[in-house]
């Protein structure tokens, strides 16, 4: 997909065992740790809780590096496995789908684990309110946010009021909300939910990306499903269905939402040219719209930050 810098920091992995085909894992290290900031990771810290990898370098080379990627990775705990025929692993998953895992010793076995069962936004979203850039407010809710997201805003000349998933909307002022992408099953949240249907009637712009997109399309009325594999990569082919237009887009979830549920009032935005899944709503009349790609993507590819600036231009 990317690199695994950005790859082990994105929080929808949380609570994950990530598989890596890629055949040269750790020869550029990692970049000395001023996390927050950092154009190298998606949020601060490892977000996986195992990796397995075919060839492990352990000579590494880069002018940025700072450290080697297993001494990162025991920094935060997070089990490895290397010289495995990842390959292979990776055929297994492609004709049974998504599946549990664990990675164990034989003189210490642990239990299978399900990470859907879980609030995992208590892991990975901010616990205090946080503040960025000047101008009108957007509250970002943050479900397990990318930094980018907050550095796309900011860019455009907005202020962006960064808020824990389970905040209250009425202690503040605000222009526009903003629902973030995170790990997990959407049905698990049934407070977030709550809390977009009541803005929802408040008729102020709203955009939800990823998880936040199936937040928002659960407060519209609309039902979501776990899907086989999910989608994993960079180069998602998505059609907006307002004008055919088809775009590349970034991509990491395994949940979607069920169109066929989608209530009147709202439009199908994009589709998924793939498999035909959905890929964001919009309202018929309010200035409230989803997207289940990453237009934030970082490194790419930035086809869709147009996003944005649709977003943004409903609160003028």
Known sequence: MVGYPETL????????????TFP??????????IEINSTFFESIGIKISGLIISDYSNDFSHWNAFNPLSRWMEKYNIPGLCEVDTRELTKLIRENGTMLGKIELDTDPIDFFNPDT????????????????????????DCGCKENIVRNIVSRGYKVKRVPWNYDYKQTDFDAVLFSNGPGNPEMYHDLVNTAKEIITLGKPILGICMGHQIVSLAAGAKTYKMKYGH???????????NNRCFVTSQNHGFAVDTQTLPKEWDVWFENLNDKTNEGIIHKELPIMSVQFHPEAAPGPVDTEFIFDEFLSKIK
């Open 9 to 20: 920091t994105d929080p929808s992995y949380t609570g994950q065992i990530l598989v890596l």
């Open 24 to 33: 040269l894992i750790g020869n550029y290290g990692i970049e000395k740790e």
């Open 118 to 141: 879980i609030n995992l936004f208590e892991k990975v979203a901010t616990k205090d309110v946080v503040e960025y850039g000047k101008g009108k407010t957007i509250l970002l809710y």
């Open 232 to 242: 994993r990569s960079q180069n998602q082919p998505v059609i907006n269905k307002k």
